[in-house]
């Protein structure tokens, strides 16, 4: 395990222990705004100037997916197999074609249902906008029919289970469109604001998983220097903090 993923999980577990205890520190704030989470961060976005969850703008689709706004077709387990997330299942047709079947529950966190004809403008927009996909997919054309979406590629790709796992494939509802760096997508929470120097999110109350989001409202703040990173967590200012 690389020392990337010790910090995530380590700040992830943080985070869950810490969510049971936070209120009593927040007073009134808790009472008005439900139950809060603060989190501080030295690796808040791929690039802070540029901070956004559209997941085909760059990389970041890793604000998108790591602050739970979107989620992607396929994801990775704890033994890194692939496993479906969006999808319900595929079918490898041939050298050239996948056919992916998507769960028939799966709303936008607009209300929005997705559907083939959804993911396919997702997919269509991320190999025109994100720099990397083209390469790594090699899409030749997309159908959709219902709840199935046919990829076929002009030439043999053979991982396209794994880049469709990337967070740059983070299923997005183009019809809303990017709003102040805000992607409207399938994850448990909802971003509401993004700066430069964090994200204000808010609780998904249509999340179509059986694991209902915990939490009202999450505070994501950008703090690259490590002695304030710190200070916040020693003052109570932070739940929970990454990087230290």
């Given at each position: 395990m690389n020392n990337k993923f010790k910090y995530l999980i380590t700040a992830l577990l943080g985070a869950a222990l810490l969510v049971s205890g936070c209120g009593s520190d927040a007073g009134k704030t808790a009472k008005e705004e439900g139950k809060v989470f603060h989190y501080g961060t030295m690796a808040y976005g791929p690039a802070m100037q540029n901070a956004s969850t559209d997941p085909h703008d760059t990389y970041c689709g890793w604000s998108t997916i790591r602050y739970g706004v979107g989620e992607t077709l396929f994801k990775f387990d704890n033994e890194m197999n692939v496993q479906p997330?969006?999808?319900?299942?595929?079918?490898?047709?041939d050298d050239y074609?996948?056919?992916?079947?998507l769960r028939d529950d799966i709303t936008?966190?607009?209300?929005?249902?997705?559907?083939?004809?959804?993911?396919?403008?997702?997919l269509?927009?991320?190999?025109?906008?994100?720099d990397r996909a083209p390469h790594?997919?090699?899409i030749d054309q997309i159908t959709a029919d219902g709840?199935?979406?046919?990829i076929h590629s002009s030439e043999k790709v053979p991982a396209?289970?794994?880049?469709?796992?990337?967070?740059?494939?983070?299923?997005?509802?183009?019809?809303?469109?990017?709003?102040?760096?805000?992607?409207?997508?399938?994850?448990?929470?909802v971003a509401v604001k993004v700066t430069d120097q964090g994200i204000e999110l808010k609780k998904n109350e249509q999340y179509w998983g059986q694991t209902k989001p915990k939490l009202d409202k999450i505070v994501v703040r950008s703090i690259t220097d490590g002695d304030?990173?710190?200070m916040a967590m020693q003052s109570g200012e932070l739940d929970a903090v990454q990087g230290l």
């Open positions: 997330w969006l999808a319900e299942s595929y079918e490898q047709m074609t996948l056919k992916i079947h936008f966190s607009n209300g929005k249902k997705v559907t083939g004809e959804a993911v396919k403008a997702c269509e927009d991320l190999i025109k906008r994100n790594d997919l090699k709840q199935t979406v046919t396209m289970i794994h880049y469709l796992a990337d967070p740059y494939g983070a299923i997005i509802d183009m019809e809303a469109g990017i709003k102040d760096k805000i992607a409207v997508g399938t994850g448990p929470y304030s990173l710190s």
